[in-house]
């Protein structure tokens, strides 16, 4: 029983009248061969020998001086307003309530001598040892009672710093508010972020002007119009069409409510065959004859299968008995929890290019049409073709030149303690710059990036995400050199180099302040450029909001040159920067990013497949 419950259900508790009554037995038994730090374990009920070992040696420290500690009259005072409720508890410091813990130790032994004391056979250095035990142990858990005014319902928690452990029960661990969540939100809490974190800008928007860049796609043919970083692609047909002539179909039923029937199912057929049909209208060649079909009704979810290998065993069975080599499978699925066992399955083991479609997006008609185009975007990327590219105008600024993403990501809530850090590398090997092949390592950014351009780059230009404003230094001392090695790797080659950080995670917001200049969602419009009155004077950096904002406050992202070889004007990198965030493959919008600077979904993915 915890003392202070004990005391406070007594009579005229927390009044003057107050008496202090006999101590409760102890729930304990020493045994003839315990020592202080059993007694301190007896008390406290931790297993952690940390503070008595403290406490113990402090003791030792000053045994011999006088007047330590405060008085028995001083401790009985103490003890009368902690254990009475004779005062503000959380006012008390922590050696007034160890003082009036101790006090309890001692009642505690006068009137339960027999318990305590006898069975260490009168012996007074042991019996001066117990008693200590005790005090510490009593100060550690019932001074944190009293400061909690709360029994204690969960385990203790433990906070490893560079000078001392700390240790308190979590009922008295307050979190401040306003401090960044790195868990995972439950459905309704995401809901709930999601509703307060995308008000429209003008609920807080005060300031800051703005100007617009302009840029210019090109399909093979077809019109269209670029508004505020968006586009449509119907009636245009792709800049160069791939060939879809040997493909397959390949159904993943996982027991969903909008899962097809099976392989005859006739709403299945139609979406293959509407598919085809847009691919078709992009200028694909396309076989005349429907692919091969495959349907597989995967084993259901089984505890000790937690990887699914019999589900993945499944897929590969039922793959492998197509015809010929497909070059690329479409999937449907019922949900996205196999997706990436699918991919390591036919990106690392089979070598086919895949796609896939979540069958529910098939059961609603409204916006089918627009998803059939995106599909047949990636379809078309992946086997070969490139879906639209830039005007000669906005492509001059990239002429010799290589564009470098790298990034690194470090392991996240609910990882594995150990698992390493992946590093990884993309870079443009086309003169389109649709294409980034990527190099991915674990604990170190690689040293080298493939290069499949019909000749090396005169100019290279590296966008690294992932940095904080004080590695830049880091970035200069430590993976500058090792770039400028991978370089001289090729016999004579010495490309001009230029690295620029790519700032997500920042605070800066900017707002409209004239009607004319905000966009339907009332935020800045997209290619919005900021480069002077919140930039930093140090250096070159620069705010660039090249997509258009789809909900709450759109965010600008924080571009800072830090070491520049080939002397890019201001213009040029900013332009530059814009008309790069057009060259996103899935979309027929412009994206937050330079293309390059989502290197980090390639670590995603093989994080997905790895760990």
Same mark, same amino acid.
């Given at each position: 029983?915890?003392?202070?419950?004990?005391?406070?259900?007594?009579?005229?508790?927390?009044?003057?009248?107050?008496?202090?009554?006999?101590? &409760?037995?102890?729930?304990?038994?020493?045994?003839?061969?315990w020592g202080g730090l059993d007694f301190f374990r007896a008390r406290s009920g931790l297993a952690d020998t940390a503070l008595y070992n403290s406490a113990w040696s402090r003791v030792q420290s000053v045994q011999d001086a006088a007047g330590i500690g405060p008085s028995l009259v001083e401790a009985k005072r103490l003890h009368r307003r902690a254990y009475g409720?004779?005062?503000?508890?959380?006012?008390?410091?922590?050696?007034?309530?160890?003082?009036?813990?101790?006090?309890?130790?001692?009642?505690?032994?006068?009137? +339960?001598?027999?318990?305590?004391?006898? &069975?260490?056979?009168?012996?007074?250095?042991?019996?001066? =040892?117990?008693?200590?035990?005790?005090?510490?142990g009593e100060g550690v858990v019932q001074s944190l009672i009293f400061a909690s005014n709360m029994r204690m319902t969960c385990p203790w928690s433990m906070w490893e710093t560079r000078l001392r452990i700390l240790l308190s029960p979590a009922e008295l661990c307050k979190i401040e508010p306003s401090q960044p969540f790195a868990g995972v939100l439950s459905g309704? =809490?995401?809901?709930?972020?999601?509703?307060?974190?995308?008000?429209?800008?003008?609920?807080?928007?005060?300031?800051?002007?703005? +100007?617009?860049?302009?840029?210019?796609? %090109?399909?093979l043919s077809g019109s269209l119009t670029v508004a505020n970083g968006s586009w449509n692609t119907r009636d245009v047909r792709f800049h160069r069409p791939a060939q879809l002539t040997r493909a397959a179909i390949l159904v993943l039923a996982d027991g969903g409510r909008e899962d097809f029937s099976d392989s005859s199912d006739p709403a299945l057929r139609g979406?293959?065959?509407?598919?085809?049909?847009?691919?078709?209208?992009?200028?694909? !060649?396309?076989?005349?004859?429907?692919?091969?079909?495959?349907?597989?009704?995967?084993?259901?979810?089984?505890?000790?299968?937690?990887?699914?290998?019999?589900?993945?065993?499944?897929?590969?069975?039922?793959?492998?008995? #197509?015809?010929? /080599?497909?070059?690329?499978? #479409?999937?449907?699925?019922?949900?996205?929890?196999?997706? &990436?066992?699918?991919?390591?399955?036919?990106?690392?083991?089979?070598?086919?290019?895949? *796609?896939? %479609?979540?069958?529910?997006?098939? /059961?609603?008609?409204?916006?089918?049409?627009?998803?059939?185009?995106?599909?047949?975007?990636?379809?078309?990327? $992946?086997?070969?073709?490139?879906? +639209?590219?830039?005007?000669?105008?906005?492509?001059?600024?990239?002429?010799?030149? %290589?564009? *470098?993403?790298?990034?690194?990501?470090?392991?996240?809530?609910?990882?594995?303690?150990?698992?390493?850090?992946?590093?990884?590398?993309?870079?443009?090997?086309?003169?389109?710059?649709?294409?980034?092949?990527?190099?991915?390592?674990?604990?170190?950014?690689? $040293?080298?990036?493939?290069? #499949?351009?019909?000749?090396?780059?005169? /100019?290279?230009?590296?966008? /690294?995400?992932? *940095?904080?404003? @004080?590695?830049? $230094?880091?970035?200069?001392? +430590?993976?500058?050199?090792?770039?400028?090695?991978?370089?001289?790797?090729? $016999?004579?080659?010495?490309?001009?180099?230029?690295?620029?950080?790519?700032?997500?995670?920042?605070?800066?917001?900017?707002?409209?302040?004239?009607?004319? !200049?905000?966009?339907?969602?009332?935020?800045?419009?997209?290619?919005?450029?900021?480069?002077?009155?919140?930039?930093?004077?140090?250096?070159?950096?620069?705010?660039?909001?090249?997509?258009? @904002?789809?909900?709450?406050?759109?965010?600008?992202?924080?571009?800072?040159?830090?070491?520049?070889?080939?002397?890019?004007?201001?213009?040029?990198?900013?332009?530059?920067?814009?008309?790069?965030?057009?060259?996103?493959?899935?979309?027929?919008?412009? *994206?937050?990013?330079?293309?390059?600077?989502?290197?980090?979904?390639?670590?995603?993915?093989? !994080?997905?497949?790895?760990?």
């Amino acid at each position: 029983m915890a003392y202070y419950d004990y005391y406070r259900g007594g009579p005229n508790w927390a009044t003057a009248q107050w008496q202090s009554m006999v101590p &409760p037995t102890p729930s304990f038994q020493p045994q003839p061969s315990w020592g202080g730090l059993d007694f301190f374990r007896a008390r406290s009920g931790l297993a952690d020998t940390a503070l008595y070992n403290s406490a113990w040696s402090r003791v030792q420290s000053v045994q011999d001086a006088a007047g330590i500690g405060p008085s028995l009259v001083e401790a009985k005072r103490l003890h009368r307003r902690a254990y009475g409720g004779l005062g503000d508890i959380l006012a008390m410091v922590p050696a007034d309530i160890g003082a009036a813990a101790a006090y309890e130790v001692w009642r505690n032994w006068r009137y +339960h001598y027999g318990i305590l004391a006898q &069975p260490l056979s009168g012996d007074e250095e042991r019996q001066r =040892e117990a008693l200590i035990g005790l005090a510490v142990g009593e100060g550690v858990v019932q001074s944190l009672i009293f400061a909690s005014n709360m029994r204690m319902t969960c385990p203790w928690s433990m906070w490893e710093t560079r000078l001392r452990i700390l240790l308190s029960p979590a009922e008295l661990c307050k979190i401040e508010p306003s401090q960044p969540f790195a868990g995972v939100l439950s459905g309704s =809490e995401a809901a709930g972020m999601t509703k307060f974190s995308t008000n429209p800008p003008y609920v807080d928007a005060k300031m800051i002007t703005e +100007h617009d860049l302009e840029v210019f796609v %090109m399909y093979l043919s077809g019109s269209l119009t670029v508004a505020n970083g968006s586009w449509n692609t119907r009636d245009v047909r792709f800049h160069r069409p791939a060939q879809l002539t040997r493909a397959a179909i390949l159904v993943l039923a996982d027991g969903g409510r909008e899962d097809f029937s099976d392989s005859s199912d006739p709403a299945l057929r139609g979406v293959v065959a509407r598919l085809l049909a847009t691919c078709r209208a992009g200028g694909m !060649q396309v076989d005349d004859a429907f692919p091969p079909l495959l349907f597989v009704r995967l084993p259901q979810t089984n505890p000790r299968d937690p990887l699914r290998s019999a589900a993945i065993d499944a897929i590969e069975n039922e793959i492998k008995t #197509l015809p010929g /080599r497909a070059n690329i499978v #479409l999937v449907f699925v019922s949900n996205n929890g196999i997706y &990436p066992d699918l991919k390591k399955l036919c990106d690392s083991k089979l070598g086919i290019a895949t *796609v896939c %479609m979540q069958m529910a997006n098939f /059961r609603k008609e409204r916006g089918q049409n627009q998803y059939l185009s995106r599909i047949a975007l990636k379809v078309n990327t $992946k086997l070969g073709g490139v879906n +639209h590219q830039l005007d000669a105008s906005s492509m001059r600024w990239l002429k010799n030149m %290589m564009l *470098v993403g790298m990034d690194l990501t470090r392991p996240g809530v609910g990882c594995v303690m150990g698992t390493p850090s992946i590093a990884a590398v993309v870079a443009s090997c086309d003169e389109e710059f649709m294409y980034y092949p990527a190099s991915l390592d674990l604990q170190g950014i690689g $040293k080298e990036a493939s290069n #499949l351009m019909k000749s090396l780059p005169e /100019r290279v230009v590296v966008f /690294r995400g992932g *940095v904080s404003d @004080g590695q830049f $230094k880091h970035i200069l001392t +430590h993976e500058l050199p090792e770039i400028k090695a991978a370089f001289r790797s090729f $016999k004579a080659y010495s490309p001009k180099l230029t690295i620029v950080i790519c700032g997500k995670r920042h605070r800066t917001r900017f707002y409209p302040t004239r009607p004319e !200049q905000a966009d339907k969602t009332s935020n800045t419009k997209a290619g919005t450029l900021v480069d002077r009155g919140v930039t930093a004077v140090s250096n070159f950096n620069f705010f660039l909001q090249a997509h258009a @904002g789809q909900q709450g406050t759109v965010r600008a992202t924080h571009y800072t040159v830090i070491f520049d070889e080939n002397r890019l004007l201001a213009d040029d990198i900013q332009q530059g920067a814009h008309n790069t965030s057009y060259l996103w493959v899935p979309a027929t919008k412009s *994206v937050r990013l330079v293309s390059p600077a989502y290197v980090d979904l390639a670590m995603y993915i093989w !994080q997905d497949d790895t760990f």
